[in-house]
């Protein structure tokens, strides 16, 4: 079965990635005007493909149609925020909690508590309400937020685990999870020198 993924709700979930973006410039904006940094470094965003979606809604057991798309399954729209340092992506998430029109529906801290592979960031998904032609439409957002050294691990991390005839795969697994270490490790190091930095300024 074809949903009209497109047709019947790409006004809405551009509107959702239009509205939280605008949240995200007005945090980064009041951030400089309170002589502070920048928290991000940037953010991409994605409207899940119709193929996608079908997948995932026939994987969960569920009717593929729009409207189990839209509220079913949470990640229809996804964001992504990269910043410099840890600090900066908890600033991130401490001030999306603070909207009020933002819903919290869930989260999970991937920063402090890993997946068993080394992979860290922060996944937050929000319900927003969009009014639309005299009615309100709700509408999730799913955010991972992380460091630009984590979104380097996770982009490489991403590629490897689709090819094809891995010999030593279990090598391979147990390498990358030094290497998320071994990142994180460098990413403390690194909020640790700023603050060095900043306290000589």
Same mark, same amino acid.
């Given at each position: 079965m074809k949903i009209d993924f497109y047709k019947d709700s790409m006004v809405l979930l551009e509107g959702a990635i239009e509205n939280v973006t605008a949240k995200l410039n007005l945090i980064r904006k009041y951030k400089i005007a309170q002589n502070d940094r920048d928290p991000i470094e940037y953010i991409s965003s994605r409207i899940k493909s119709e193929d996608s979606m079908k997948e995932k809604l026939t994987r969960k057991g569920l009717e593929v149609t729009l409207e189990n798309a839209l509220t079913k399954v949470y990640d229809a729209v996804g964001m992504r925020i990269i910043c410099a340092y840890i600090?900066?992506? /908890?600033?991130?998430?401490?001030?999306?909690?603070?909207y009020k029109d933002l819903?919290? #529906?869930k @989260?999970?801290? /991937?920063i402090k508590n890993p997946k068993p592979n080394g992979y860290r960031s922060y996944h937050i #998904?929000? @319900?927003?309400?969009l009014d639309l032609a005299g009615e309100?439409?709700?509408?999730?957002?799913e955010i991972q #937020?992380?460091?630009?050294a984590m979104d380097f691990w996770s982009s490489l991390e991403h590629q490897m685990k689709y090819k094809k005839d891995i010999k030593n795969q279990e090598l391979i697994v147990e390498e990358l999870a030094k290497c998320a270490s071994e990142i994180a490790t460098t990413d403390i190091k690194m909020q640790t020198i700023r603050k060095m930095i900043n306290k000589e300024e």
């Open positions: 600090d900066d992506v /908890y600033t991130i998430v401490d001030m999306l909690k603070k819903k919290l #529906i @989260e999970k801290d /991937y #998904i929000f @319900e927003l309400s309100t439409h709700p509408v999730f957002v #937020i992380r460091t630009i």
